[in-house]
């Protein structure tokens, strides 16, 4: 048997409504269109309906009432003052579960696991070298940097561990990040294969100069020092960090005279 109150008029602000047949009753606070269903094979010949008001509620902890053999006051704040109940709670074996821990603690215990494994230095490391970078491809960059920041695992129990001198935190292996290993930073290429990108933007010196000169590295991109190097490997530091926009840009005198050209061997 399914009952259903589709309106009501004159209950008290979050009034409780009651149905009860015969032995069986449900309540829950009133809202339009509730249904309260009954299992039986006949249906009552009445209904009881009683209308109850909330006068005071309170939160209790059950570990807290099972913990107490004399039983737990709990103190509820009424509309005529407060309400005292004596309780107590017994649970049986196979409904004990594991306390949930309260946000704070969860809370605790996540920043804990994160210090003891130095994640938030780590990550703070991370975006500094990011920002001051800018590379182009950042997920390869903080791929390469978190990867760089593994420790070695400890040697197993069976194997005798090498005694260390000083006790120096281990350092990350630089030789893995982009730019610091034999693989070259991505970004612009250093071989001069490539025309120089969109420098308006940029505001660092070599920009400035750049933007003033054009001319300059259609000159000198071709040009090898005696050890190899490329003007354009000299730049790609300015070309793939654009620098930060507070920075005074280097103004050039239209009579500034013209750069000496390298001389190459």
């Known amino acids: 048997m399914d009952v259903t109150v589709a309106g009501a008029?004159?209950?008290?602000?979050?009034?409780?409504?009651?149905?009860?047949?015969?032995?069986?009753?449900?309540?829950?606070?009133?809202?339009?269109?509730?249904?309260?269903?009954?299992?039986?094979?006949?249906?009552?010949?009445?209904?009881?309906?009683?209308?109850?008001?909330?006068?005071?509620?309170?939160?209790?902890?059950?570990?807290?009432?099972?913990?107490?053999?004399?039983?737990?006051?709990?103190?509820?704040?009424?509309?005529?003052?407060?309400?005292?109940?004596?309780?107590?709670?017994?649970?049986?074996?196979?409904?004990?579960?594991?306390?949930?821990?309260?946000?704070?603690?969860?809370?605790?215990?996540?920043?804990?696991?994160?210090?003891?494994?130095?994640?938030?230095?780590?990550?703070?490391?991370?975006?500094?070298?990011?920002?001051?970078?800018?590379?182009?491809?950042?997920?390869?960059?903080?791929?390469?940097?978190?990867?760089?920041?593994?420790?070695?695992k400890a040697p197993s129990l069976h194997q005798e561990e090498p005694q260390e001198e000083d006790d120096f935190d281990v350092l990350p292996d630089w030789s893995a990040m982009p730019g610091r290993g034999e693989e070259e930073y991505p970004g612009f290429p250093s071989d001069g294969s490539q025309p120089l990108p969109d420098l308006s933007r940029h505001h660092n010196v070599l920009a400035s100069v750049l933007l003033a000169r054009p001319e300059l590295y259609e000159d000198l991109k071709d040009v090898r020092t005696a050890s190899g190097s490329s003007l354009a490997q000299c730049i790609k530091p300015g070309i793939d960090n654009r620098g930060a926009e507070c920075r005074a840009e280097l103004r050039m005198s239209p009579a500034t005279k013209p750069l000496p050209r390298c001389s190459a061997r």
């Not at 449900?26 to 009445?46: L, N, V």
């Not at 215990?109 to 182009?136: C, F, K, T």
């Open 9 to 152: 008029e004159g209950l008290p602000e979050k009034a409780y409504l009651s149905v009860r047949a015969g032995d069986v009753r449900k309540q829950i606070q009133y809202r339009p269109g509730e249904c309260f269903s009954f299992d039986g094979k006949q249906a009552p010949r009445q209904l009881v309906v009683d209308v109850f008001e909330k006068v005071g509620s309170a939160q209790v902890s059950v570990s807290d009432l099972a913990s107490c053999s004399n039983g737990s006051l709990v103190q509820l704040q009424g509309r005529d003052g407060n309400i005292v109940l004596d309780m107590q709670a017994k649970v049986h074996s196979h409904e004990i579960t594991k306390p949930r821990l309260s946000r704070h603690q969860a809370a605790l215990d996540a920043q804990a696991y994160l210090e003891a494994h130095s994640v938030p230095h780590v990550l703070q490391g991370m975006v500094h070298e990011l920002l001051s970078s800018r590379p182009a491809d950042p997920y390869s960059f903080m791929m390469g940097y978190i990867k760089a920041q593994e420790v070695p």
